[in-house]
T-cell receptor, first 108, second 128 residues
């Protein structure tokens, strides 16, 4: 199975900050990497698919990049509603479909 | 609009059974693969089971193989998860999710899947 590792596990930042979250795959997955945002008590929400494609309705301050084994999610200017937990998910070979362990983004 | 609504959660003793349902609306249900994904309290996301759009294939995470069965009734636009021999470690919020973007690359394998819609989740607590 392909293992996904996110870093950092948690992060504190302020409104207006630029934030980057990293996801590393245990083997090359091309560009088959997706990002989700989850707020407490809510279902995950798709932000980005296939590394860099913004899901409809997602603000343009979110962007994704990478290829092979290393990927990043960047929020260019944090907004209050962005404080949440973020998960990456590989879609190179499924099933099994695997997620990273999550990155919790808190207000500093 | 697309909606997925789970039901059937609750408190159950270890070893007992439970069936979850996920009622779908707002899209062509039979055209999509569907997943159950769970999240234990304070933990991350874990896929549980998948069923392909035509029902021809299904698969499970190793920890539930032989105990859980995923199924779908396209006439009712409903996804199910039959959960038998429940264990304490099955305690979690269970989400159904619609899979899009997947392309077959080999028998029972896809590439490019992601989840564009999720239900609100239903909590299963397995406790004596």
């Amino acid at each position: 199975d392909i293992q996904m590792t996110q870093s950092p596990s948690s992060l504190s930042a302020s409104v207006g900050d630029r934030v980057t979250i990293t996801c590393r795959a245990s083997q090359s997955i091309g560009n088959f990497l997706n990002w989700y945002q989850q707020k407490p008590g809510k279902a995950p929400k798709l932000l980005i698919y296939a590394t860099s494609n913004l899901q409809s309705g997602v603000p343009s301050r979110f962007s994704g990049s990478g290829s092979g084994t290393d990927f990043t999610l960047t929020i260019s200017s944090l907004q209050p509603e962005d404080f949440a937990t973020y998960y990456c998910q590989q879609s190179y070979i499924t099933p099994p479909l695997t997620f990273g362990q999550g990155t919790r983004l808190d207000i500093k | 609009q697309v909606q997925l609504v789970e039901s059937g959660g609750g408190v159950v003793q270890p070893g007992r059974s439970l069936r979850l349902s996920c009622a779908a609306s707002g899209f062509a249900f039979s055209s999509y693969g569907l997943y159950w994904v769970r999240q234990a309290p304070g933990k991350g996301l874990e896929w549980v089971a998948v069923i392909w759009n035509d029902g021809s294939n299904d698969d499970y995470v190793d920890s539930v193989k032989g105990r859980f069965t995923i199924s779908r009734d396209d006439s009712k636009n409903t996804l199910y998860l039959q959960m038998n021999s429940l264990r304490v470690e099955d305690t979690a919020v269970y989400y159904c999710a619609r899979s899009v973007g997947g392309v077959p690359i080999a028998q029972q394998l896809l590439r490019g899947e992601h989840f564009d819609y999720w239900g609100q989740g239903t909590l299963i607590t397995v406790s004596s």
